[in-house]
């Protein structure tokens, strides 16, 4: 299967309601629709994590994140902080927009997101159409897997696609700011 199949074949998943596993800056992710609650569900069931730690969403570019952010909240100085470090490894908390599914969030007042600059990540999100869940692709508690073969070894044939491509060589995952203090949550 080439590229473009691979590619086409997760966006369909993804459009039909799967799970998937792609690269990421750092690591795999695990990716859904995050509008769509029984996708959300299955993902959380596959990692066994507790749903109200909430997730980030990656797009490949601003108008895929913009709607979930409440930018009437969003002080202009925020978000042409974030907007510097985009497309790029950095992730951002925003308040978050109505429009935000509760499940996404957990039980978060606000929603992280990022505007990848990773190819394979960012052509997945072109090609789904939209931002997608990023969670590390690992059960709940174990090491993130840094590879297509990791994914299967972990999850077998649970996942509707996974997208064979290097990861984007971060030996971390990516930091996490909150957009409105530029405090670090995490290195």
Request: with cysteine.
């Amino acid at each position: 299967m080439n590229d473009h199949e691979a590619l086409a074949r997760c966006a369909v998943a993804l459009n039909e309601g799967g799970v998937v596993a792609y690269p990421t800056e750092a690591v795999y992710g695990l990716g859904c629709d995050p509008r769509n609650r029984a996708a959300f569900e299955k993902l959380f069931a596959l990692k066994q994590r507790p749903p109200t730690q909430g997730v980030l969403l990656i797009g490949a570019d601003f108008d895929q994140v913009a709607p979930y952010i409440d930018l009437a909240a969003t002080p202009r100085d925020a978000l042409e902080r974030a907007r510097a470090t985009w497309p790029g490894p950095h992730t951002w908390i925003f308040p978050r927009s109505a429009d935000v599914p509760e499940w996404v969030a957990g039980g978060h007042a606000g929603i992280a997101l990022r505007v990848t600059a990773h190819g394979p990540a960012a052509e997945l999100c072109r090609a789904f159409g939209g931002a997608l869940v990023s969670t590390s692709a690992n059960r709940h508690g174990d090491p993130p897997a840094r590879s297509a073969e990791e994914v299967r070894a972990a999850f077998g044939d649970a996942l509707d696609a996974i997208l064979n491509a290097p990861t984007g060589g971060l030996e971390r995952p990516t930091p996490i700011r909150d957009a409105i203090s530029g405090a670090s949550l995490r290195n």
